[in-house]
């Protein structure tokens, strides 16, 4: 898998942990909702079903997916989810629900690691060191420190994992790996220069469908409005008062629903339909911020 300089690294940091990592779902209001079964995570701008893929936000989107704990794309398609935590089912949604799509026209659109699918940003990966690599935010490919966006102030690190040499977070005094519910873990410096601890999420791991998942383990997986690992699935589920974001009614399958459009209030949505936080139009989409580069925002049935 290809790793390329980002401009808007947290951007996409977040977008990829949207809802369990706690990024602002600002970025990218893809909720933890777009499980597409399987090991579908929690999150994804697309996916309607079939095998799932993994917050999860998306993310930004982690989204997620986050956050959910960085899910992926699953079923027929979708972009990077949110954060996903792995899933246990597909969730129906209304018949005209509708939601800010990234919508892409070439393969030069997406993020490396990404192709172009039928207008959608879709991930593929050949082995877990792929979603690995995703998933624990190592987007800048390196050779030193100094290559890295945060290697001038002690925040990044440039590492060598199973020969990828790319830049990793350093856990420090403001934010810990169990905050991105990463595990820390002593990896060598791609210099050779020695080891040295940083985040990686180490539940990553790719499908036979080439589809990345990130199932949670336990509840310290979860964050935000899905605290609630259900192990069986790998999937984290809100509970009875856990839903603040784009609604407040935990469902019986573990989803966050809104009840009225009044909730709908965080990222490109404005309305309530049938219990799930959506758009109304292309307006609602215009001013926030893609993943991939080359995406603009449409709203349309995911």
């Given at each position: 898998m290809g790793i390329k300089r980002s401009e808007t690294y947290l951007a996409l940091f977040c977008a990829l942990s949207l809802t369990v990592w706690g990024c602002d779902s600002s970025s990218d209001d893809r909720p933890a909702m777009m499980a597409t079964g399987g090991n579908a995570g929690q999150g994804g701008s697309g996916g309607t079903g079939g095998s799932g893929g993994g917050d999860a936000s998306s993310d930004a989107g982690d989204t997620t997916a986050e956050n959910g704990d960085m899910g992926t794309t699953g079923g027929s398609g979708g972009s990077a989810g949110t954060g996903g935590t792995g899933g246990g089912g597909g969730l129906v949604l209304p018949d005209d629900y509708q939601l800010c799509q990234e919508r892409c026209e070439a393969d030069d659109d997406c993020l490396d690691g990404h192709t172009c699918n039928d207008g959608v940003c879709t991930q593929n990966c050949g082995t877990d060191r792929d979603c690995i690599a995703i998933f624990s935010a190592w987007i800048d490919s390196c050779e030193t420190d100094s290559d890295c966006p945060g290697g001038t102030n002690g925040t990044q690190a440039c590492i060598n994992y199973d020969g990828l040499n790319a830049c990793a977070i350093i856990p420090n005094d403001f934010i810990g790996c169990d905050t991105l519910t990463?595990?820390?873990?002593?990896?060598?410096?791609?210099?050779?220069?020695?080891?040295?601890?940083?985040?990686?999420?180490?539940?990553?791991?790719?499908?036979g469908a080439g589809n990345c998942a990130v199932p949670c383990g336990n509840d310290s997986h979860c964050l935000g409005d899905y605290p609630s690992c259900d192990v069986e699935s790998g999937r984290c589920k809100?509970?009875?008062?856990?839903?603040?974001?784009?609604?407040?009614?935990?469902?019986?399958?573990?989803?966050?629903?809104?009840?009225?459009?009044?909730?709908?209030?965080?990222?490109?949505v404005d309305v309530c339909i049938d219990g799930f936080c959506g758009c109304s139009g292309d307006a609602v989409c215009e001013g926030s911020q893609t993943a991939h580069p080359g995406t603009t925002l449409t709203c349309s049935e995911p």
């Open positions: 990463m595990a820390e873990l002593e990896l060598n410096r791609a210099d050779g220069t020695g080891a040295i601890r940083v985040c990686v999420q180490d539940r990553a791991a790719c499908d809100c509970t009875a008062d856990s839903c603040q974001t784009n609604g407040t009614l935990c469902g019986d399958d573990g989803f966050c629903r809104c009840r009225n459009d009044g909730e709908c209030t965080t990222g490109p």
